[in-house]
């Protein structure tokens, strides 16, 4: 019964089920997220409720009534240990085989993405690199403008980073660290991966949803860890373009200037 | 094969042994090789440990309780997250079960006058007393404590990112700790093996005892790892070693796979312990022998077996690792911990349940670990992994479980063999007051950490902005602490009542069925003036109401009185084989 309900679930996952406190995903990616922990959730509340019923059930039934009662002393069942050992493993089966499906579209990198952005994470703030679909730099860089040790801000502050992406397109990151391990994290879109320094981390977004989502560093870092904030804008694809050429154009000015 | 008829058996010395020439005091507890003094010893500092590191949750709460927390600066607070995480885990939760209760539970459950090596049993007091006081020391030292988590992430933690003495006094402290938890696995092992009483086959080993063989087994699998770790990173902050700096040709990500071949088995080994109590105290509380004994046995040791594959679940993030493979591993965890708790159940099935505060604590355990271990199968999915890792949502699941094995398994140990221990009861009227605080309090601190990781929020950040929303989550999640506070308060209230104001407890109080029972409370210096005949797992039991044993165990018919001189050393059943 717990697996047809999983199987259930995770067919309907992602279209009106409730989101038992998760975001739903602001991306293709996220969406997937979302699907297998609603599938998930509801497979992992319908073992613990029937557990925690026979608990209950226990507890409340074989209260000690008479202080001198002896019970009879049965001590196994084969069946009853055959049973409660195969019904968990063919349940971890089949949640493995969806893990699997999930994990390969999360981490599937696409060959042609529409953007390729170079993010560092350092102590403590970000770079944004963006670059055009073969690689060449387009000039523009986005630099946290934070001083540690300010007070919590939002991270929309202007203060903080903003990482810009288009959107219904591909985007591939591409995270490296030069100090310390940090950890991108978008709650929205249900992500989080590691800065290692040394290793590159790449990985797409595909972004479906405008808006402007929170980000913060996952990875304790040191200090000023807890400071260490962006923010995510995901606009239409033209509205992206229009402010990447007034970037260019901007970083451009500024750096002939210096 | 009489292996053990040689060894001078303690039932041939049915008066009091003569300990006149015992120290007493002070000089008796720098000096003791008794593995009670030990177990004694151990058990109070680490309760001592597990009170300081609760006054700096409650710090660390009170800081979070309102957005751009100023209660403590960052830097204090990042001190106090490490220090928390590394007294809990390194000084309270292990020591706790393999150094007290084990120490003195474990010879006592076998039938044994102390430990295998009582000498490298006393040195491995001092050397977790001199290391648990070696890390305290650390916030004495100009820089402060060390600040870079418990899991000291390379580079974070190396000479550059965390100068001073603190950090190094940490890494001391874990070396000088994990020799002394060595060197206690190694003590359990040979003591189980070759110190059990005459007719106590492997079988019949009490599910505590069974658990610490496999805790002491995966101690002596992970901790010279850790040792060896630090060691490294030690040689990296002083001699320019280069082993988890990219500078040098290093590799950081080295010390998280070594740090958690270590960190993953050693949830087991504070996990463990605090099962085999938890089953003891439901089959004594339940006046039924435990169900499945042998399944729960085997559970246990695939429990040891899987813990050594799924180390890195912890870093699913880092892109690094075969994320199949692992969650596979991780997975597959739940079925021999699926097939315990149906074990419990089956042991409270059809008994007669008294709930003592033991009893309560052990429910309470069932509970709380089982909503720990659901979480745990989300979490060892490596996308649900992408969108919670390093979130609150790690942070109520690994106290959920952590919380739930070592502080209601550990309390309802503790209450179960308090009297065995001192010969004095506790208060049940306090003792139980204190467990609904803590089982309330419990809920209320961590389910809203639940939500908080799912909302985003991510662990160790000292502060957060009010425009966040999660300041009524963290509020009542403070409140919730506070209540744990309370909970704590009254259990050393009880224990202060028991000093002063002594209620004496028989030999076997609860009507116990393992051996410890059979001794007196305390046991006199080599534990037993006798012992009952062992012709199953539970031979108090048997002795007590042989009206009532387990039918399936076939009775050994010539071995009627206590004097039973050959013990099997194979895992056979009834002992019949060695005739």
Redesign the interface.
């Known amino acids: 019964m717990p697996l047809f309900l999983l199987g259930g679930a995770l067919v309907l996952g992602g279209c009106n089920a409730p989101t038992f406190g998760a975001f739903r995903g602001a991306t293709v990616q996220g969406k997937d997220e979302f699907k297998l922990w609603v599938g998930m959730v509801i497979a992992g509340i319908i073992v613990a409720i029937i557990v925690w019923a026979l608990i209950f059930w226990s507890i409340v039934r074989y209260r000690r009534r008479r202080s001198d009662e002896i019970p009879r002393q049965f001590h196994s069942s084969l069946l009853l240990e055959i049973v409660y050992t195969a019904v968990p493993i063919v349940i971890v089966g089949f949640i493995f085989y969806f893990t699997v499906v999930t994990e390969n579209e999360v981490d599937a990198v696409s060959t042609h993405p529409a953007e390729t952005i170079h993010a560092v994470a350092y102590r403590w703030g970000w770079r944004f690199i963006y670059q055009d679909g073969n690689g060449r730099s387009q000039g523009v860089i986005v630099q946290t403008g934070a001083e540690p040790a300010l007070l919590a801000q939002s991270p929309n502050s202007p203060l903080y980073p903003r990482l810009v992406l288009p959107d219904h397109s591909t985007v591939r990151i591409v995270l490296t660290s030069p100090d310390v391990v940090h950890e991108l994290y978008v709650p929205a879109f249900n992500f989080g991966r590691n800065a290692l320094p040394g290793h590159p981390n790449v990985f797409d977004f595909t972004t479906t949803t405008t808006g402007i989502f929170q980000g913060h560093c996952a990875e304790y870092c040191g200090l000023y860890h807890a400071e260490m904030l962006f923010s995510v804008k995901v606009e239409a694809a033209s509205q992206f373009q229009q402010w990447l050429t007034a970037q260019q154009s901007s970083q451009a000015q500024s750096g002939a200037a210096s | 094969m009489t292996l053990l008829a040689e060894r001078p058996s303690p039932l041939s010395h049915p008066e009091e042994p003569e300990h006149g020439h015992e120290p007493s005091g002070v000089l008796n507890w720098l000096t003791s090789t008794d593995h009670k003094v030990i177990g004694k010893s151990y058990t109070i500092t680490s309760l001592v440990f597990f009170c300081l590191a609760g006054v700096m949750a409650v710090v660390i709460r009170t800081q979070l309780a309102s957005?751009?927390g100023t209660i403590v600066s960052?830097?204090t607070y990042?001190e106090l997250f490490t220090m928390h995480g590394s007294l809990m885990l390194y000084l309270f939760a292990g020591p706790f079960a393999f150094g007290g209760l084990a120490n003195y539970i474990v010879p006592l459950q076998v039938g044994a006058p102390d430990m295998a090596f009582p000498r490298l049993n006393a040195l491995s007091y001092w050397l977790y007393l001199t290391g648990g006081l070696t890390m305290i020391a650390g916030f004495l030292t100009v820089g402060g404590a060390a600040?870079?988590?418990w899991v000291a992430?390379a580079?974070?933690s190396n000479a550059v990112?965390?100068p001073g003495a603190g950090p190094d006094m940490w890494i001391v402290a874990l070396v000088l700790t994990g020799f002394s938890a060595i060197f206690t696995g190694v003590n359990i092992v040979a003591t189980i093996f070759y110190l059990r009483a005459p007719g106590l086959t492997m079988f019949r080993l009490p599910i505590f005892t069974w658990n610490m063989l496999v805790t002491a087994i995966l101690i002596l699998v992970a901790f010279p790892v850790l040792t060896a770790a630090l060691i490294l990173l030690w040689c990296d902050r002083h001699l320019g070693a280069h082993i988890f700096?990219?500078t040098g040709g290093g590799?950081?990500?080295l010390w998280q796979n070594l740090f958690w071949f270590f960190g993953h088995p050693e949830v087991y080994i504070l996990a463990l312990p605090y099962f085999g109590m938890v089953t003891d105290v439901l089959a004594t509380f339940?006046?039924?022998?435990?169900?499945?004994?042998?399944?729960m046995i085997f559970a246990t040791i695939s429990i040891g077996a899987l813990s050594t594959a799924v180390w890195a679940h912890h870093m699913f993030?880092?892109?690094?690792v075969l994320?199949?493979f692992f969650?596979?591993m991780s997975?597959?965890i739940?079925?021999p911990t699926?097939?315990k708790?149906?074990n419990w159940?089956?042991t409270?099935?059809?008994?007669?349940?008294?709930?003592t505060t033991a009893m309560l604590f052990a429910?309470g355990f069932?509970?709380v670990f089982?909503?720990g271990g659901?979480?745990g199968?989300?979490l060892a999915?490596?996308?649900?992994d992408?969108?919670t890792?390093?979130?609150y949502f790690v942070v109520a699941h690994f106290h959920e479980v952590l919380f739930g094995s070592a502080v209601f398994g550990g309390f309802a140990g503790l209450y179960y063999w308090y009297p065995k221990m001192t010969g004095r009861m506790l208060r049940e009227r306090l003792g139980q007051a204190s467990f609904w605080f803590m089982f309330i309090g419990f809920w209320v601190t961590f389910l809203p950490q639940?939500?908080l990781g799912?909302?985003?929020m991510?662990?160790?950040?000292?502060?957060?902005?009010a425009?966040?929303g999660w300041t009524g989550l963290n509020r009542v999640s403070s409140v919730g602490a506070y209540l744990l506070f309370i909970s704590v308060a009254i259990m050393v209230v009880n224990f202060y009542i028991s000093w002063r104001r002594p209620i004496v407890a028989s030999g076997n109080p609860w009507d116990g069925q393992t051996l410890e029972w059979a001794a007196a409370s305390p046991p006199v210096h080599h534990n037993f003036t006798w012992l009952p005949p062992v012709r199953s797992e539970r031979p108090v039991w048997d002795f007590n109401?042989p009206e009532?044993?387990?039918?399936?165990h076939r009775q050994s018919d010539h071995a009627t009185d206590g004097l039973v001189g050959v013990a099997t050393t194979g895992f056979t059943d009834t002992g019949e084989e060695s005739e």
């Open positions: 957005p751009d960052q830097h990042n600040d870079f988590g992430y580079p974070l990112n965390s700096t990219t590799v950081p990500v339940s006046r039924k022998p435990v169900f499945g004994y042998r399944g993030t880092t892109g690094v994320l199949p969650s596979l997975y597959l739940a079925v699926g097939i708790f149906f159940i089956g409270m099935w059809r008994g007669s349940l008294h709930f429910v069932l509970i089982l909503f659901v979480t199968v989300l999915a490596p996308p649900v992408f969108a890792h390093n979130t639940y939500l799912l909302h985003g991510p662990r160790r950040i000292a502060e957060y902005a425009s966040e109401h009532h044993t387990t039918q399936q």
